[in-house]
Every structure is written in structure tokens, then in C-alpha cells.
């Protein structure tokens, strides 16, 4: 699947298909990941392994640069891949099972009919979203509000940032590492997200790094964050309603008191693969 404005495609995967033994084995993800190398999906980063029913059942697995899995970080974008993969019509409710979130999946009208306003179905001023109990965090110096919705994102004030490549690239790395061991997560893991805020009279323009490097737009959970960010009072992220400017176009987004939505985003099926899953027995 092709999500506009993702990083890369995702694999889809029906997990009522699958071995029960296979989710937990990250030795079949990478057997997977390496069946594609014929392909012209080889090096996918991305896995998402869904259950059909009333309510779907997704699982994000977030293929690292230099081999291995992250299993506990989220996907808006591969989340409505597997709802787009479904083909169910109507509104669908998905519940992540990596990240705890419900989202809300409905499909446009008009002539939006081809896009989907995902609704993260949990209050800006939730208990936890802020992690650290704190608005803003100083870290080396620099303000940062750090923020669980969706996944762990670090937004920094761009005004105390290097202005130029490579200083900005490596400073933001640098933070994140900072960032994570103060969520408790090894430095080198997928999580916490970070990007680069600067507001002026005109909105609200956002940069940010994905996994092996910078991210073309904004990660969809990236714009349900930052929209429950500016939500609450005293962080580095302004009020946000409406678009967001980012390097390769804009993100819209708004927020309710009891969710944050991001609308008009688009997915479409590259390639139907069989894929024959490999199976260990023991006597």
C-alpha cells in the first residue's frame, strides 16, 4: 500500500491468516521483509499486520535501518493502509493495538470522496499525554514540549535551532536521544518522534526526521500530536486548526475537545503479493 504523503510503502498483512506463533517471532518479520528483495519493495520499512471485525484489530512493526523491528511505535499512515486494504465501506473503527489508540476512519464526500479524516478518539488534555507532567522541558538548553498522542513526539522551538544542513539534522538527533532516555527507551529506538516548530502571522511550519532520515511531509500521528499539542496551554506548539505547512506540502488538521482529527489523507494498493509464510515445527 501507498499512503500519500508516507515516507514509503507499507506492507499489509491479514494476521488471522498467519500463524499464532508468527507475530511474536522477529526472526519471520525479517524473513518477510527479506522475501521482497526480488521486488521493488525491497528494504520496506514498513509492516502492518491487521484483524478484520467489527472493530479492526492493527499492529504496527516499524522495520529499523540497520535490521531488526521496532514493535512498539505507531502508524497513522500504515493504520489507514489496512483500512483502505479492507475495503470495508463506511466509517471503520480501529483500534491500535500498539499504541492503545481508537481511531475513527471515515471517508470523504464530493469531491474528497477519495480521501479519509482519521479522528483519534482521545481528549488533547488527557491523562498522560503530557509524560513528563510539564508543558516544556529544557533539553541541552533548548525549550521542548514532549507529548504522548498518537506516538511520543518531541516538538522544539525552531528559533533555538541551527538553521542550517547538516548542524539541524544532527542537533535534532541529538535531542531525541536526549528525549528518549528520559522516556525510557534505548536512544537508537524508533521512539520518541521529534520535528522542528516556527510559527509566525501567517500559521504554523513544521520539519521533521522519520527512521534513516528527514520525513517528506509530517507523520500522520506526527499531525495528531502536534494538533494536541498546541490544544493545551504553555507548550512550544501554537494553536493549530486548520493547515500546517511542511516541506512537501501541507497537512490539515483540527481538534475537539474529546479528539483530534487529520483530514484528507489518501491510500492505494501498489501490489497483491503471495507471500508464503514459513512455518517451524518442532517434534
Same mark, same amino acid.
Request: one cysteine or more; aromatic letters at 4%.
Given at each position: ?7 514509503? /510503502? ?9 500463524? /499464532? ?21 525491497? !528494504? ?12 479492526? $484489530? ?18 497513522? &499512515? ?9 475495503? !470495508?465501506?463506511?466509517?471503520? #473503527?480501529?483500534?491500535?493495538? #500498539? ?10 464526500? @464530493?469531491?474528497?470522496? $477519495? ?9 488533547? =488534555? ?5 509524560? #513528563? ?18 506516538? /511520543? ?6 528559533? &533555538? ?7 539541524? &539534522? ?8 536526549? =528525549? ?22 501567517? @500559521? ?7 527512521? @534513516? ?20 496551554? @504553555? ?38 503479493? $503471495?507471500? /508464503?509464510?514459513?512455518?517451524?515445527? #518442532?517434534?
Amino acid at each position: 500500500m501507498r499512503v500519500a504523503d508516507a515516507p514509503g /510503502p507499507t506492507l499489509v498483512v491479514r494476521s488471522d491468516r498467519l500463524p /499464532p506463533e508468527a507475530l511474536g517471532l522477529g526472526g519471520e518479520l525479517a524473513w518477510l521483509r527479506r522475501a521482497l528483495d526480488g521486488t521493488p519493495h525491497a !528494504r520496506l520499512g514498513k509492516i502492518a499486520l491487521y484483524r478484520p471485525g467489527p472493530t479492526l $484489530d492493527y499492529r504496527f512493526v516499524q522495520g529499523l535501518p540497520g535490521g531488526g523491528f521496532d514493535f512498539r511505535a505507531g502508524c497513522g &499512515h500504515s493504520l489507514l493502509a489496512c483500512v483502505v486494504a479492507e475495503g !470495508r465501506p463506511g466509517p471503520v #473503527t480501529v483500534r491500535a493495538v #500498539t499504541t492503545g489508540d481508537t481511531v475513527l476512519c471515515e471517508p470523504g464526500a @464530493g469531491p474528497r470522496e $477519495d480521501t479519509y479524516t482519521l479522528s483519534f478518539l482521545k481528549a488533547p =488534555a488527557a491523562p498522560g499525554v503530557l509524560p #513528563t507532567g510539564r508543558p516544556v522541558d529544557l533539553l541541552r538548553g533548548t525549550p521542548v514540549s514532549i507529548v504522548r498522542y498518537g506516538n /511520543p513526539y518531541v516538538f522544539v522551538d525552531a528559533r &533555538h535551532l541551527p538553521a542550517l544542513e547538516p548542524a539541524l &539534522h544532527d542537533r535534532l538527533l541529538a535531542l531525541r536521544a536526549d =528525549a528518549a532516555r528520559l522516556l525510557g527507551h534505548p536512544p537508537r529506538s524508533a521512539l520518541p518522534k521529534i520535528a522542528a516548530v516556527a510559527a509566525d502571522a501567517t @500559521g504554523v511550519s513544521v520539519r521533521a526526521l522519520t527512521v @534513516g532520515g528527514w520525513h517528506p511531509r509530517l507523520a500522520l500521528t506526527g499531525a495528531a500530536a502536534l494538533a494536541a499539542a498546541g490544544a493545551l496551554d @504553555g507548550t512550544v506548539v501554537p494553536p493549530v486548526d486548520g493547515e500546517v505547512r511542511t516541506p512537501g506540502g501541507t497537512v490539515t488538521v483540527s481538534t475537539a475537545p474529546d479528539r483530534v482529527r487529520v483530514h484528507h489523507k489518501r491510500a492505494e494498493v501498489l501490489e497483491t503479493l $503471495d507471500v /508464503p509464510w514459513r512455518i517451524h515445527a #518442532t517434534a
